[in-house]
């Protein structure tokens, strides 16, 4: 069939580059990437203790970049793929820096290159240096896993359950994302419940207004900031921000991506297991989309995914991209294509010039951070609402490993707090005593916290194989876990100075790896049974 139309004819289902529900999505979007790269100058800065110079001249032109490339490519993705479809409610595939992977490459590989460089006698310039390309390193073999990925990531779709790929997204959104906000919320009652009035009304309730709800809501949120004294503009700090503000153009890296080969190796263990990770979130977001009616192309989405993150650390950004958790929830507000190409050519724009620091102080998270919660819900919602019935236990199992990870990025914050991982509190086996004791499993929290999402995708795919009777098929699920077991690649950690970290290495899970092992010896007896069993 001809998708081309009689000169003159209009087609109410022709795609639009821009419509009302896309200020919305921008809304959500544009501020989850303003999140993120505030973390960005927040952890450089305080922990890395990385100048000026670098950061807004080298790495946030290059995350703008990237995040162009990406949001650009998403957005002519969806706009071509509606045309040959001939639907106009098509929504681009959400895309941003990946948060998980900012905090691991500057606590695990950043901060550490930083260290030992300064340990060695270096100075505080050249120990930067290193730190910094041994991050560039980092995101350039995230990117480069994810590329190639691409080729082989429809094989783990077609094994997988849908519950097994939707479950694992509803606990990341339920513990980091909604769970998160919803403290925040209630920490700034007067603002933050406002907000997520105005937007229950306008998003759940369907209350038409003038302007789109998520508008309503920055704008509400912004004058009860203002109001209340919640944000007050130190006249010292403007001058600061205004003074940073100036046109950065992006180059190209490669000379210091050459040199920091060598530190390729020894960060195998964070860089693998990190792009791993990001490869099997965007597999599950692009399941995400389908359910929610967008189906994607898995190798093209895949693609454009790791070639952001490769652009990313080619122009000098440590931080990887990665397709977003949300795409139900932007769509359910009415965004379409507008949406994404929007927050890429703004947040470009942002980096290139400086402006973030002058926007935060202008615009209180507290304002728009309502819209995320709200995105966390109808993830956590779709992974009921999107499979079978009978597969909600598999749903719920699949939960607790995200809002355990959450949880233990709370306590371990929490011993921080308290002075652990100093000089008279080593930050160590002692602490997990006390905590048992108080009936706090610590311990556990820190095993399911390390794979989170492939441990997530695994305990799910066993119970929706139980429900099924595939005794089988959970045994080879449980097969596998064990063997991520044995290798570190879930479960497996281990202390640093301030953190519990990943593992990796011969045997060194093995105690999970026999549990898991046990199991699948449990679900082969099964199978023998119903074999057994008289029909």
């Given amino acids: 069939m001809s998708n081309s139309l009689p000169t003159g004819t209009a087609s109410v289902s022709a795609p639009r580059w821009f419509v009302a529900g896309d200020l919305d999505g921008f809304l959500g979007l544009g501020l989850d990437n303003l999140i993120q790269i505030l973390l960005i100058l927040g952890l450089c800065r305080g922990v890395l203790g990385y100048p000026d110079t670098l950061l807004l001249g080298t790495i946030l032109p290059a995350t703008g970049i990237s995040l162009l490339v990406g949001n650009g490519a998403y957005a002519v993705q969806a706009y071509r793929l509606a045309r040959l479809e001939g639907r106009s409610d098509r929504t681009a595939l959400p895309y941003g820096i990946n948060t998980v992977s900012l905090f691991a490459y500057v606590f695990l590989v950043m901060l550490p290159v930083k260290l030992a460089a300064l340990a060695a006698g270096l100075d505080e310039a050249a120990a930067v240096q290193l730190s910094w390309q041994a991050g560039l390193v980092a995101c350039l073999g995230s990117g480069l896993i994810e590329a190639s990925g691409a080729f082989c990531a429809q094989l783990l779709r077609r094994w997988l359950p849908r519950a097994a790929l939707l479950s694992t997204l509803a606990g ?10 919803l403290l925040r919320t209630y920490a700034q009652p007067v603002v933050g419940l406002t907000v997520l009035a105005v937007i229950l009304a306008t998003y759940y309730g369907r209350l038409q207004l003038p302007i789109p709800g998520g508008l309503l809501a920055v704008l509400v949120g912004m004058a009860l900031a203002w109001g209340t004294g919640l944000i007050k503009l130190d006249p010292q700090t403007w001058s600061n921000q205004v003074a940073q503000v100036g046109l950065q153009l992006p180059h190209l890296e490669l000379g210091a991506l050459w040199q920091a080969r060598g530190q390729l190796v020894p960060w195998l263990g964070v860089i693998v297991p990190m792009g791993l990770f990001n490869l099997l979130g965007s597999l599950q977001n692009i399941e995400s989309a389908e359910a929610a009616g967008d189906r994607y192309p898995v190798r ?26 949300g795409h139900p929830g932007w769509k359910a507000m009415g965004a379409r294509i507008g ?28 304002a728009g951070m309502a819209i995320v919660l709200y995105i966390g819900l109808v993830i956590a919602a779709q992974a009921f609402q999107a499979t079978p019935s009978a597969h909600a236990p598999a749903v719920a199992l699949g939960l607790l490993p995200g809002l355990a990870g959450w949880g233990a990025l709370l306590l371990k914050a929490g011993l921080r707090a308290g002075g652990a991982g100093s000089g008279l509190q080593p930050f160590g086996p002692a602490l997990l005593e006390p905590l ?16 989170q999402i492939i441990t997530a ?9 139980v429900i099924e009777q595939r005794f089988l098929a959970a045994s080879l699920a449980a097969a596998v876990a064990a063997g991520f077991s044995w290798f570190g690649v879930i479960h497996a950690w281990r202390f640093t100075q301030a953190d519990t970290v990943l593992q990796v290495g011969w045997g060194v899970g093995s105690l999970w790896a026999v549990g898991y092992l046990l199991m699948a010896a449990v679900f082969l007896l099964a199978a023998l049974a119903g074999r057994l069993r008289p029909h």
């Fill in 172 to 181: 990341i959104a339920l513990g980091y994302i909604a769970l998160g906000f």
């Fill in 457 to 465: 995708m695994l305990l799910a795919a066993m119970l929706v194989y």
């Fill in 300 to 325: 093209s989405s895949m693609l454009i995914n790791g070639i952001g993150t490769i652009a990313a650390a080619a122009l000098g950004s440590c931080f990887p991209t990665t397709i977003y958790i």
């Fill in 436 to 451: 048992r004791q108080a009936d706090v499993w610590a311990a556990g929290a820190f095993a399911l916290e390390q794979g």
């Fill in 339 to 366: 949406y994404s190409w929007l927050n890429g050519v703004v947040m470009a724009i942002a980096c290139l010039l400086g402006l973030f620091g002058v926007v935060s102080q202008l615009v209180p998270i507290e």
